[in-house]
């Protein structure tokens, strides 16, 4: 069953991870599939930090760390009403991935 994302609202997620490395930064990265084309999702800077977004702690991050963080994604009031897959990792400086999963998800009208 697909998510739904309304359009003109913001989708939000809470991701839990143990850390597989130490990292001083982590950047949320988006990726969207839909109608056979995938393209990043570019996220606005302050939600794209993801170290913004840790809750019980900060970077620097240490292998091992038990980590909460949140992501918020605007979904805007132009975005086609489609189906598709959305990738999330976060990765940190030296672009190594310190989790990610895939949703399938649907744009919707309120």
Known sequence: ????????????????WEAPFTAQSLQYRVVATALGITAPYELPPDRAA??????????????????VSTLSMPVLPIYPLVTLVVEVSVLD??????????VDARVVVA
């Open 93 to 102: 400086e030296q672009a190594r991935t310190h989790t990610c999963f895939a």
């Open 50 to 67: 993801a170290c913004n977004w840790l809750s019980g702690s900060a970077c620097p991050i240490s292998q091992g760390e038990d980590i």
């Open 1 to 16: 069953m697909p998510c739904d994302l309304i359009r003109g609202s913001d989708v939000g997620m809470r991701l839990e």
